[in-house]
């Protein structure tokens, strides 16, 4: 029998030799724009700033927006939804809200899904107490997504202000 009198098997339907090189080059796609900064989050932008002083309104029932722990602030006569830091975060700092408790929001406007007004939270301000909780750094990167923070055993001493001391008295 010659070499080629030899039959080649059928190939697969669909079976193409470089077959799994372009599904590995597709899935790295996939990865790479699922990781891709900003690509599972709304973005903070500067241009957009504001502050608003109001009261905690409620905790929506769906209050978590693709892992971020998000209040309604009334302020001003609005409503707005404000998003703060993913939950695993907001337990790590010890970070609570009460229901109408007074608080100080410097944040990002945008709009949600719903056409809504929205806030992504740069830091929280409790004016009673004088505390101050923030979210993102100078240049207005997430703080839970520093490596050194997201390791730190004592997160709670650089990522939470201590009430300001009392004036001395005379």
Same mark, same amino acid.
């Given at each position: 029998?010659?070499?080629?009198?030899?039959?080649?098997?059928?190939?697969?339907?669909?079976? %193409?030799?470089?077959?799994?090189?372009?599904? !590995? #080059?597709a899935?790295?796609?996939?990865l790479?724009?699922a990781?891709?900064?900003?690509?599972?989050?709304t973005?903070y932008?500067? @241009?957009t700033?504001?502050? !608003? /002083? =109001? /009261?905690?309104?409620a905790?929506?029932?769906?209050?978590? &927006? &693709? =892992?971020?722990?998000?209040?309604l !602030?009334?302020?001003?006569?609005?409503?707005?939804?404000?998003?703060t830091?993913?939950r695993?975060?907001?337990? %790590?700092?010890?970070? /609570?809200l009460?229901?109408d408790?007074?608080?100080?929001?410097? =944040?990002?406007k945008?709009?949600?899904? @719903?056409?809504?007004?929205? !806030?992504? +939270? &740069?830091?929280?301000r409790?004016?009673?107490?004088?505390?101050?909780? /923030?979210? &993102?750094?100078? #240049?207005? %990167?997430?703080v839970w %997504? @520093?490596?050194?923070?997201? @390791?730190a055993s004592?997160i709670?001493?650089?990522?939470s202000?201590? +009430?300001?001391a009392?004036?001395?008295?005379?």
């Amino acid at each position: 029998m010659k070499h080629r009198d030899i039959q080649k098997p059928a190939r697969p339907f669909g079976h %193409r030799p470089c077959g799994w090189g372009a599904a !590995l #080059a597709a899935a790295l796609v996939f990865l790479c724009a699922a990781q891709a900064p900003g690509a599972d989050e709304t973005v903070y932008d500067e @241009n957009t700033e504001i502050v !608003l /002083t =109001g /009261t905690v309104a409620a905790f929506p029932p769906a209050a978590f &927006r &693709r =892992g971020m722990h998000v209040f309604l !602030l009334r302020a001003g006569g609005h409503t707005y939804r404000v998003l703060t830091a993913p939950r695993w975060f907001l337990r %790590r700092i010890g970070f /609570t809200l009460q229901q109408d408790e007074k608080v100080t929001v410097v =944040g990002s406007k945008f709009y949600d899904v @719903n056409g809504e007004l929205a !806030l992504l +939270a &740069r830091e929280v301000r409790f004016p009673e107490s004088g505390r101050v909780q /923030t979210f &993102r750094d100078a #240049a207005c %990167r997430p703080v839970w %997504r @520093n490596p050194a923070c997201r @390791n730190a055993s004592c997160i709670r001493v650089f990522h939470s202000a201590p +009430a300001p001391a009392p004036p001395a008295g005379p």
